[in-house]
Antibody, heavy 122, light 107 residues
Framework: EVQLVESGGVLVQPGGSLRLSCAAS????????MSWVRQAPGKGLEWVST????????YYADSVKGRFTISRDNSKNTLYLQMNSLRAEDTAVYFC???????????????WGQGTLVTVSS | AIQMTQSPSSLSASVGDRVTITCRAS??????LGWYQQKPGEAPKLLIY???SLQSGVPSRFSGSGSGTDFTLTISSLQPEDFATYYC?????????FGQGTKLEIK
């Protein structure tokens, strides 16, 4: 059974930094792209970032480019999101999501974690 | 970036009704579109991928159609557990973009 468990969400001050983690199990982690998607309180879903299985390719939303860094450790089956220069508008539940196609850079999200809440406030 | 325009933003319907939600892409995306269901306090759940392929375990009352720029999610006979918010997502190219969501409420 595929499981994705996020952690690391906390209350942080504007300008601060935070690293989110997503522990994966139940599938061959290195074979799939992994992504972060966020949802601000009461709002819709927003794609944040995606990383290829080998970490050779990364993609970012314009809203986070230059501030967030996605990475993965395939030996630990863990996905990360390093978040710097945080702003109030980054306040959201952050979900990690698994890509649906083995070996592909693209495709739908077939499994999601339960999410972790990041609050940026002074 | 490709813009996804989803309609309606909200919809009231009754158990047993047939409902349709649409998404329009600002440029052609082939069939690279998925539909997701989200209930309050829960993670999104994949219903349909590649525009018309039913995800394993999803009831057959859900169906998807379309290609290019216009896509449709249909629920053939609404069940109580279907009242939720639905999103489309284009996975044709980066940045991926979601529709604004459709909140399906009980009439």
């Amino acid at each position: 059974e595929v499981q994705l468990v996020e952690s690391g969400g906390v209350l942080v001050q504007p300008g601060g930094s935070l690293r989110l983690s997503c522990a994966a199990s139940g599938f061959t982690f290195s074979s799939y792209v992994m992504s972060w998607v966020r949802q601000a309180p009461g709002k819709g879903l927003e794609w944040v970032s995606t990383i290829s299985g080998s970490s050779s390719s990364t993609y970012y939303a314009d809203s986070v480019k230059g501030r967030f860094t996605i990475s993965r450790d395939n030996s630990k089956n863990t996905l990360y999101l390093q978040m710097n220069s945080l702003r109030a508008e980054d306040t959201a539940v952050y979900f990690c999501a698994k890509g649906g196609y083995s070996g592909s850079l693209y495709g739908y999200f077939d499994h999601w974690g339960q999410g972790t809440l990041v609050t940026v406030s002074s | 970036a490709i813009q996804m325009t989803q309609s309606p933003s909200s919809l009231s319907a009754s158990v047993g009704d047939r409902v349709t939600i649409t998404c329009r892409a600002s440029q052609g995306i082939g069939n690279d579109l998925g539909w997701y269901q989200q209930k309050p306090g829960e993670a999104p759940k994949l219903l349909i991928y590649a525009a018309s392929s039913l995800q394993s375990g999803v009831p057959s009352r859900f169906s998807g159609s379309g290609s290019g720029t216009d896509f449709t999610l249909t629920i053939s006979s609404l069940q109580p557990e279907d009242f939720a918010t639905y999103y489309c997502l284009q996975d044709y190219n980066y940045p991926y973009t979601f529709g604004q969501g459709t909140k399906l409420e009980i009439k």
